[in-house]
């Protein structure tokens, strides 16, 4: 989108606490040889597809809720892709324009099966009602006819959303500019565009304008790459896991250089090896890297395997959507990333995943499916998948 791709080059153009590192840029570039590994939408396996409007409709509720899971360390993006799927597979109405205003704090937990308060609950409430409530007044109550009003174009998309919708409004002012970065909005098209597969709610014919998401793992990935650098200020506060304040000058600095270096990582891409790349594949499979295991992505060669050995697994652990057995599961991500020297913990998750594909497939007969234990069991997947085999 344009207003992000401005807002995040002017950012980096004065910004103070981050930094890109164009040298690091280049050379990762020239060690993936412009190929950027493609790691498939829905990867996990977790979200929910019929390929009509139903699925837009969980799409733009998933995304609506999609940001901030880090306070409650067993609580990820996971839960919430799968619960909301779990939820209309139970009930087809579950996100119904009219059901989405009047969802309680305690109700959503229960559509998500989540035990406890979630981060940021009231404004998740507030922000399902916002939906439902526009949905119904502008667009007939689907999300799908929003989709189609914004023919093919995800810009326009973009705008309608952000005209509609403020909660999708992702704007910050910094250095006293309005800086764009629509995060949520934008990772709603890629959505659209990775689960139809470009086809029907999924075609746009300017996706190539969409930038990557900031959120808080890219970042962490291009840091872990040497692309980012921090100040020494902002290095401590994130090596001792203190809040970066939302809107401050670092938190719009880290997300925005995100943006302006993968763009810079693409331009580089199509100069030397002619390649036009879309800035969503390079995101997903950033963050894929990122959810998986950060200390695999200083070495882009395992990168590379990583998508090998995800592929292999998928097929054996991909048609299970049962109970895994929570002790399982957890036992032997434990051990998989714990600090190990890499060839053991790669021996260990090779025998953890054929460990849980046995309890995988013992469970699945003896008990009906659990979406927490699932949601362990997928966490473990993206541990153990990126290990080389
Ligand atoms: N840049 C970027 N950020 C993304 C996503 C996605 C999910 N995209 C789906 C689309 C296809 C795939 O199959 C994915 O499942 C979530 N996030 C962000 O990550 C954070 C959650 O992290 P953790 O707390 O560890 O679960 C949180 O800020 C969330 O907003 C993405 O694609 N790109």
Known sequence: MEAVRASAAWVAS????????????????????????????????IHYFDDGPLTVQYLFVLDALNFCFWPDKDLS?????????????????????????????????????????????????????????????????????????????????????????????????????????????????????????????????DIKSITIFADYIVPAVLRELGILKYGSNLSCSIDSSSEIVPGSEEEVEI??????????????????????????DIDLWLWSCGVQNMAFCDELNDALGVVRVRAKALDTFGSCSRCFGPGLARGVSDSAVSGRPRAQRSQTA????????????????????????????????????????
């Open 14 to 45: 004065r910004s103070s606490h981050v930094k890109v590192d164009m040298l690091e840029v280049e050379k990762v570039v020239d060690k993936i040889q412009g190929n950027v590994p493609k790691v498939e939408w829905d990867f996990e396996g």
């Open 77 to 205: 993006y996971d839960h919430l892709a799968s619960g909301l799927k779990l939820a209309l597979e139970k009930d087809k109405t579950a996100l119904d324009a009219d059901r989405l205003q009047s969802y309680t704090g305690p109700q959503l937990r229960q559509l998500l099966n989540w035990p406890r308060p979630l981060p940021i609950e009231e404004e998740r409430v507030r922000l399902l009602h916002e939906v439902g409530m526009e949905l119904e007044r502008s667009f007939g109550g689907e999300a799908a006819n929003l989709v189609k009003s914004a023919g093919n174009s995800a810009a326009t998309l973009i705008e309608l959303i952000t005209r509609h919708f403020p909660g999708f409004r992702d704007h910050s002012l910094y250095k006293g500019h309005q800086v764009f970065l629509y995060k949520r909005a934008q990772i709603f098209v890629a959505d659209l565009w990775g689960a139809f597969k470009g086809q029907n709610y999924g075609e746009f014919h």
């Open 255 to 280: 997300r925005a250089c995100s943006v302006y270096a993968v763009e810079k990582m693409r331009e580089l891409i199509n100069k030397k090896f002619g390649k036009q790349l879309l800035s969503i």
């Open 350 to 389: 090779q025998q953890g995943a054929e460990k849980l594909a046995d309890g995988c497939r013992a469970a699945s007969e003896a008990k009906p499916a659990c979406t927490e234990h699932h949601a362990t069991a997928a966490r473990f997947y993206r541990f153990s998948l990126i290990l080389p085999a």
